[in-house]
């Protein structure tokens, strides 16, 4: 007998425990795209990006007219002439890998400053999403941009556009089929 109260005690617990809590969700892409500094940012790096592509395609251009004309050279060049040829031609190569390595690798120039430049805009949102979550209680946010597991959720619970009006923006008129 007391066991079965006890299990009906924990149980309505249980419940009512899982019924007060409250849930909200943003759209983290959404609040980004309506961020005029992200934008400009975003576009900055892509322009940044860009240009150092173009800078390391030329000299993968030169490496390979080099290499073209010393294929067309070869014939008449002496054993000495080939091997400075050759180490020349490695040695464009390697410090042309070395540069894309650094514009684009893993910690490269790419990597830092679209760190510098996003990051901040990243924090803000979370702080923002942070005071908004503790002011209103919110046991959970979820994040529902891209590549997000939330098959559904009901417009009424997403709080992308307060979180951007509490950052001091004015959310786009967006339908929420979109979001």
């Known amino acids: 007998m007391k066991k079965t109260l006890l299990a009906m005690v924990l149980a309505m617990a249980m419940g009512f425990c899982a019924y007060a809590q409250k849930y909200a969700y943003v759209n983290t892409e ?3 795209q309506n961020i005029p500094e992200f934008v400009k940012a975003q576009e900055e790096i892509d322009n940044l990006s860009v240009e150092w592509q173009a800078e390391i395609e030329n000299l993968f251009a030169e ?3 080099l290499y073209k004309q010393f294929q067309n050279d070869a014939p008449l060049l002496t054993q000495d002439m080939k091997n400075r040829r050759e180490n020349e031609i490695i040695t464009k190569e390697k ?3 070395d540069l894309q ?3 684009f690798g893993v910690d ?3 990597f830092k400053r679209r760190q510098e430049m996003i ?3 990243q924090d803000k949102i979370y702080t923002a999403i942070e005071k908004r979550a503790k002011q209103k209680q919110y046991t959970f946010v979820f994040d529902r941009s891209d590549n997000s597991n939330i098959m559904y959720a009901d ?3 997403d709080i992308s556009n307060e979180i951007l009006r509490d950052m001091g923006y004015e959310p786009a008129k967006l339908d929420e089929q979109e979001k």
Do not use: C, Q, S
Request: proline share 10%.
């Open 30 to 32: 959404y609040i980004l």
């Open 63 to 65: 490496i390979d007219a």
């Open 95 to 97: 410090a042309a890998k």
């Open 101 to 103: 390595k650094k514009r």
């Open 108 to 110: 490269g120039d790419l």
């Open 119 to 121: 990051r901040p805009i």
């Open 155 to 157: 417009p009424r619970n």
